[in-house]
């Protein structure tokens, strides 16, 4: 994309990444990103605003050209990770005389990342204030958001929060602002499950902080940017601080179908006690899908056929995943069939340390399943309905 104004002397000058399919080589990307870098000019300085991924530097540089840039005072880098510093290397070896703003903790990240010198690199302290000459910077420390360097900074003058990954999305398209909320509702809850959710425990804080502050415009490094805050701000605090909804998560493997007419029967019969369930069958589904389903549930039921003595990997792989995003579940489960004996239960709990969870009692049975396997079955639904109740989810 060419250059676009957000609002005078402030330029939109990223790239958008229309083709990227998978994020650290983990995650899916169905709707592409984009790398946003934000250019300030002032009557005195001239500042940039995270730089970009390294493949799209010369959509950057082209950009910076457009505007006729010729020096670059201060590169502000609110976050140390690749796909908003990848590019620093380029940009000081075209502006050299451009100094490196970024936290305390960022720096040694950056050295070690991209070899940026220690001297081109200036460290800013929490609520730092750096004038460009008409406008203002005031630097905000937000660790963890996506790493313990991460920060915000807030351009006084024209109310605009630039928050890096934070409230962003991975989402390519050609407008700068967020034109349709439902759109961008979905791929920035899949963004929040996927590089937020592990640590919502700081997320409050980071609201708290931002509340006194008068916010126009969020210009986040990932996504359309956001002339209405409060639709973002108001989706953030509902999945971090929102209680869990009346929602069954149930990801889950069948390799000769014992456990999928287990999955089928039990759906059902959550569903008839008014449960929504979320299924996932994990040799086919988008893990990004299931990372959103689990911002809201309350339980989650793992479905899995006994594979060499412990849980199918596909569902290892679910199980693994839950733990380490963290999710605000309250209950789970295991439903399953095993032909002569294992220790999958055992294996499937020690995988989710990190999770507070009530074990409500398993369903896991010997071949397929019999009249008295789907009576067991009718036993955890409702066993799941009276949990729910009791916690005035149902
Ligand atoms: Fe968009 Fe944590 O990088």
Same mark, same amino acid.
């Given at each position: 994309?060419?250059?676009?104004?957000?609002?005078?002397?402030?330029?939109?000058?990223?790239?958008?990444?229309?083709?990227?399919?998978?994020?650290?080589?983990?995650?899916?990307?169905?709707?592409?990103?984009s790398?946003?870098?934000?250019?300030?000019?002032?009557?005195e300085?001239?500042?940039?605003?995270?730089?970009?991924d390294?493949?799209?530097?010369?959509?950057?540089?082209?950009?910076?050209?457009?505007?006729?840039?010729?020096?670059?005072?201060? #590169?502000?880098?609110?976050?140390?990770?690749?796909?908003? @510093? /990848?590019?620093?290397?380029?940009?000081?070896?075209?502006?050299?005389?451009?100094?490196?703003?970024?936290?305390p903790?960022?720096?040694?990240?950056?050295?070690?990342?991209?070899?940026?010198?220690?001297?081109?690199?200036?460290?800013?302290?929490?609520?730092?204030?750096? @004038?460009?000459?008409?406008?203002?910077?005031?630097?905000?420390?937000?660790?963890? =958001?996506?790493?313990?360097?991460?920060?915000?900074?807030y351009?006084?003058?024209?109310?605009?929060?630039?928050?890096?990954?934070f409230?962003?999305?991975?989402?390519?398209?050609? &407008?700068?602002?967020?034109?349709?909320?439902?759109?961008?509702?979905?791929?920035?809850k899949?963004?929040?499950?996927?590089?937020?959710?592990?640590?919502?425990?700081?997320?409050?804080?980071?609201?708290?902080?931002?509340?006194?502050?008068?916010?126009?415009?969020?210009?986040?490094?990932?996504?359309?940017?956001?002339?209405?805050?409060?639709?973002?701000?108001?989706?953030?605090?509902?999945?971090?601080?929102?209680?869990?909804?009346?929602?069954?998560?149930?990801?889950?493997?069948?390799?000769?179908? @014992?456990?999928?007419?287990?999955?089928e029967?039990?759906?059902?019969?959550?569903?008839?006690?008014?449960?929504? #369930?979320?299924?996932?069958?994990?040799?086919?589904? &988008?893990? /990004?899908?299931?990372?959103?389903?689990?911002?809201?549930?309350?339980?989650?039921?793992?479905?899995?056929?006994?594979?060499?003595?412990?849980?199918?990997?596909? =569902?290892?792989?679910?199980?693994?995943?839950?733990?380490?995003?963290?999710?605000?579940?309250?209950?789970?489960? #295991?439903?399953? @069939?095993?032909?002569? /004996?294992?220790?999958?239960?055992?294996?499937?709990?020690?995988?989710?340390?990190?999770?507070?969870?009530?074990?409500?009692?398993? #369903?896991?049975?010997?071949?397929?399943?019999?009249?008295?396997?789907?009576?067991?079955?009718?036993?955890?639904?409702?066993?799941?309905?009276?949990?729910?109740?009791?916690?005035?989810?149902?």
């Amino acid at each position: 994309m060419k250059p676009r104004m957000l609002k005078e002397n402030v330029h939109s000058v990223g790239a958008v990444d229309w083709d990227r399919r998978l994020f650290d080589e983990l995650i899916p990307l169905p709707d592409g990103t984009s790398y946003n870098s934000y250019l300030i000019k002032s009557g005195e300085k001239t500042a940039l605003i995270d730089t970009v991924d390294p493949t799209m530097t010369a959509v950057l540089m082209r950009n910076l050209d457009e505007l006729n840039i010729r020096k670059i005072d201060y #590169v502000i880098a609110n976050h140390a990770e690749q796909d908003h @510093s /990848g590019s620093l290397p380029a940009v000081l070896s075209r502006f050299p005389e451009a100094t490196v703003v970024c936290t305390p903790k960022c720096k040694p990240m950056l050295t070690d990342l991209l070899l940026i010198p220690e001297h081109k690199i200036k460290a800013v302290e929490d609520g730092e204030i750096l @004038s460009l000459g008409d406008k203002t910077l005031e630097f905000i420390h937000a660790p963890w =958001v996506h790493w313990p360097e991460t920060m915000f900074t807030y351009l006084r003058e024209d109310r605009i929060l630039f928050t890096c990954d934070f409230f962003g999305s991975h989402l390519a398209t050609t &407008d700068l602002y967020v034109t349709n909320e439902a759109a961008v509702y979905e791929g920035a809850k899949r963004y929040y499950a996927e590089i937020m959710m592990p640590f919502r425990s700081v997320i409050p804080k980071h609201l708290e902080r931002i509340k006194p502050l008068q916010i126009d415009i969020i210009a986040t490094s990932h996504g359309p940017i956001y002339g209405r805050p409060k639709f973002i701000i108001d989706a953030y605090t509902d999945w971090v601080m929102g209680e869990p909804k009346n929602i069954v998560v149930l990801p889950y493997t069948s390799m000769h179908g @014992s456990t999928r007419a287990m999955v089928e029967y039990f759906v059902d019969a959550l569903a008839v006690r008014g449960i929504t #369930v979320k299924q996932f069958d994990m040799a086919r589904s &988008d893990i /990004g899908k299931l990372a959103m389903a689990l911002v809201d549930a309350a339980t989650i039921v793992v479905g899995t056929p006994q594979v060499l003595f412990g849980p199918h990997p596909n =569902v290892a792989h679910a199980v693994f995943l839950a733990n380490v995003l963290h999710p605000k579940l309250k209950f789970a489960s #295991v439903i399953g @069939s095993y032909g002569w /004996g294992g220790k999958m239960l055992e294996q499937i709990t020690a995988m989710i340390p990190n999770l507070k969870l009530e074990l409500i009692p398993p #369903v896991v049975i010997k071949g397929y399943p019999k009249e008295e396997d789907y009576k067991a079955l009718e036993r955890l639904a409702q066993a799941i309905f009276e949990k729910h109740k009791e916690s005035h989810l149902a």
